[in-house]
């Protein structure tokens, strides 16, 4: 009986992982725990800061404060911690990158990263854009705060799922 064909990627992950600095993220007894621990760093404050936003759009939380100005304020910290977390997740999985490909719970995370985008694309390109006229109400429109409450669940189950990749492989 033939193996699972491990599909049209495995060559690139293998290739991934047999570099020098994937193999010494991998093989060192420092550099992972370093790198994970500045991933989850990133991470706490990307969650922190859309928290902030995605209460405010629920209406629940800051709502002294329009909805633009707490924008203004945490989404460039939100997409600088992002892309910390993004350079230093890119590192970890490099590390051993055919594990982690292969792994569900990585899949579950890589797919609700892909509809935290998803939706935040929805609500830029849609709600958002009218911020300027209902960024003051106390409660914004059912769209904003669907688009919130979406987020907040997404952002809290990725971080779920990304506890257990590493009991999962």
Avoid at 8 to 35: R, V
Avoid at 74 to 90: I, R
Avoid at 122 to 133: H, L, Q
């Amino acid at each position: 009986m033939l193996p699972p064909d491990p599909g049209p990627l495995a060559f690139l992950f293998n290739w991934l992982s047999g570099t020098s600095w994937a193999s010494a993220i991998a093989e060192g007894a420092l550099l992972f725990p370093w790198i994970e621990t500045v991933h989850v760093l990133c991470l706490t404050l990307v969650f922190g800061t859309i928290a902030v936003v995605d209460l405010r759009l629920l209406g629940w939380q800051s709502t002294h404060r329009p909805v633009r100005v707490l924008e203004r304020e945490l989404v460039p910290v939100t997409w600088a911690a992002f892309a910390g977390a993004a350079l230093t997740g890119f590192l970890l999985f490099a590390s051993s990158a055919g594990k982690y490909a292969a792994n569900p719970m990585f899949q579950a995370k890589m797919l609700l990263l892909a509809l935290a985008g998803v939706n935040m694309a929805v609500f830029n390109f849609g709600i958002g854009r009218s911020v300027g006229r209902w960024g003051d109400d106390i409660r914004p429109p059912l769209a904003a705060r669907v688009a919130g409450g979406l987020s907040l669940i997404l952002w809290t189950a990725i971080i779920v799922v990304a506890r257990w990749i590493g009991f999962s492989s």
